[in-house]
């Protein structure tokens, strides 16, 4: 099945194509004035920023079309429903802007701009004015990172670090670059799916690619395609162009409903980012974040979704993992049968967390592992006293 679709706008793009942003719904004629009066209450608490090669490739004709989903606000926002911060990124916050959570790794909030805002966003919370968590001076994260030599991996992120100046994001690099016990540098960016131009007509970045993406020391790319329709000529160029520059291309996105959490959508795209160089990486569950609740699926839901998925693939369209970014650590849900639910801590703030394998009962209504009980015989206790480790000393 091809899902797809054909875009005419994107057909006739030109290599230096710039798009042309759109912050307000009345700048969007497909948009009846009247939905629009209760889209904008919802854009008065959750911010609105797309651009026009990516509202082209909306069909208006669909009423649920994904990429419509993706991108216009809906009222079912306003829906008192989790908070805005579900996995407590303030609890690993070190410093302005810098979330250090593993002990190898390390997350620099370097921008608070994204090429558009996906209307899922689990990080929402940091485009709103009051929000104060992202810095674009980074001096403070660097001195951090230079002082703890465990640390092997620097994802930039926040915002998106592709919207960035090329100059700052190139001083950035090169300043990690400095720092010999940083192997990894990631930048994790939707912008080849919002606005692929961006890295297709600037030679200047794709020298810091070249630059500083070496033999020995590589930066990956971390995707955020959502749809298969994202993957335009364009995009497909913008990959192969961060490829051709050096740089390592995975991808990473949530399952969101109404968008890909159907099994036909990931197993096409899966596919699709497979054979150009882009394989996925993880699947993540929707965290259960304030505005979020037209966008998550139930666990129980999402598992049948992604192992349908991963049946349908071949090897490397396969390895993506279905997580929970949870507070505590990255939790890997490896199976469900009738009456259990398996994790296990891909990833773990602490010790004695890593690697443990964890049954719960199933609960078909639960989103989130706070939500689940213990299957009988096993305890699972995240937080019990001293079980916080020193993550410097780690
Ligand atoms: S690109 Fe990422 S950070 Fe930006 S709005 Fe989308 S999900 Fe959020």
Not at 175 to 196: C, N, Q, T, W, Y
Not at 348 to 371: C, E, I, N, P, T
Request: glycine share 6%; aromatic share 10%.
């Amino acid at each position: 099945m091809v899902i797809r679709g054909v875009v005419p706008q994107v057909a006739t793009a030109t290599a230096d194509q710039r798009v042309r942003y759109i912050r307000a719904l009345d700048k969007i004629p497909n948009i009846p004035p009247e939905d629009r009066a209760i889209l904008e209450k919802v854009t008065e608490k959750f911010v609105f920023r797309a651009n026009d090669y990516y509202l082209g490739l909306i069909d208006w004709d669909d009423p649920n079309d994904p990429i419509k989903q993706l991108i216009i606000p809906r009222k079912e926002e306003l829906n008192e429903w989790g908070n805005l911060d579900a996995s407590n990124e303030q609890s690993v916050t070190v410093a302005h802007g810098v979330q250090h959570k593993y002990p190898d790794t390390v997350l620099l909030l370097c921008n608070e701009v994204c090429g558009a805002y996906c209307r899922y966003c689990f990080r929402k919370r940091l485009f709103m004015d009051e929000n104060d968590e992202v810095t674009n001076d980074v001096s403070t994260g660097l001195a951090y990172i230079r002082e703890n030599p465990q640390i092997s991996n620097v994802l930039l992120t926040g915002g998106d670090p592709l919207l960035m100046s090329t100059r700052r994001l190139t001083e950035i690099i090169a300043a990690l670059r400095e720092i010999p016990h940083v192997k990894i540098i990631r930048l994790g960016s939707k912008m080849p799916a919002f606005d692929p131009w961006r890295v297709l007509r600037d030679e200047e970045l794709q020298k810091t690619f070249r630059t500083y993406s070496t033999k020995e020391k590589r930066i990956y790319l971390m995707a955020h395609f959502d749809h298969p329709r994202e993957l335009t000529k364009p995009a497909i160029d913008g990959i192969a162009c961060c490829l051709k520059n050096g740089l390592i291309c995975v991808n990473q996105c949530p399952l969101i409903k109404g968008i890909n959490d159907d099994p036909d959508v990931l197993a096409e795209m899966y596919e699709e980012l497979s054979n150009i160089g882009c394989p996925p990486y993880y699947l993540f569950q929707g965290r259960p974040t304030a505005g979020n609740e037209p966008y998550e699926t139930p666990l129980v839901r999402g598992w049948e979704i992604f192992n349908e998925t991963i049946r349908r693939g071949s090897g490397l369209a396969c390895r993506a993992r279905f997580v929970m970014s949870h507070e505590t650590g990255k939790v890997e849900v490896l199976a469900i049968d009738d009456n259990y639910i398996f994790l296990r801590y891909h990833r773990a703030k602490h010790a004695h967390l890593r690697g443990k394998l964890m049954v719960f009962k199933r609960d078909d209504s639960a989103y989130w592992l706070d939500q689940l009980e213990p299957a009988d015989g096993f305890e699972y206790t995240p937080f019990s006293e001293g079980e916080y480790c020193n993550i410097a000393a780690d």
